[in-house]
């Protein structure tokens, strides 16, 4: 199963991948150069349909849960100042995909969305500090009667373009549905309250949809 957003991109890279593969095999007669640029064709299409898999999950909703909201590796876990919306002290967990990843977000826990907001930016590579300021991302604050309000942030990387956000103010949202796209490599941060407890440590590798980002007892 595929992602919509990936549908334009994949029927492209498709008549890319025939064209190639019937013009190589009717102007080349060197028969390794012949295989060579099929395999590539063939390895790339590969490439782009893995990226935009979509994996149907079963979602276990609930409210003192927050799960991951994307496929990838947990490379920050600390308590830091957001200027954006909250503008105090909150735990910040973030979560970084490589190309390799399912990129779909999904909703971490169910609620109101009660903020959200697009910033145009630069394309740092998505592990760099300063690339949850600067870089092109979303922004979507969600208001959940357990946690009260938790942000996540979707943010580009080197080799994103492209941030698909479907939260609208005024949304109410179930835990675990689709909540946008990133394409082609990023990184999302989770703010949680003070006083949540984390269940995850640093380079854990989290599932989006299943895996336990914290707990609020």
């Known amino acids: 199963m595929f992602h919509k957003e990936g ?30 640029i ?17 994996p149907k999950r079963v979602v276990t909703i609930a409210d003192h849960h927050i799960i991951a909201p994307v496929d990838g590796k947990v490379v920050v876990i600390e308590e830091v100042y957001e200027p954006e919306y909250f503008k105090d002290k909150r735990l910040q967990v973030s979560i970084f995909m490589s190309p390799i ?3 779909v977000t999904r909703y971490a826990l169910s609620g109101l969305i009660k903020f959200s907001k697009y910033h145009p930016g630069k394309y740092l590579v ?16 969600i208001e959940n009667h357990f946690f009260g309000e938790i942000l996540y942030r979707q943010i580009a990387g080197a080799l994103a373009r492209r941030i698909v956000n479907y939260a609208k103010e005024g949304m109410e949202v179930v835990q675990g549905t689709d909540a946008g796209f990133i394409k082609f490599g990023s990184r999302v941060d989770l703010f949680l309250p003070l006083g949540t407890e984390i269940k ?16 609020k007892e």
């Open 200 to 215: 995850v440590n640093l380079n854990d590798k989290a599932i989006g949809g299943k895996t336990i980002i914290a707990i």
């Open 7 to 36: 549908a334009k991109i994949i029927i492209v890279t498709l008549l890319v991948t025939l064209v190639a593969v019937i013009t190589a095999d009717m102007y080349i007669e060197n028969l390794w150069l012949l295989k060579t």
């Open 38 to 54: 099929q395999v590539a064709a063939f390895v790339f299409l590969i490439l782009v349909l893995q990226f935009f898999r979509n």
């Open 101 to 103: 990843n399912v990129h």
């Open 126 to 141: 998505a592990w760099h500090p300063k690339a949850s300021e600067e870089n092109e991302r979303t922004t979507v604050v």
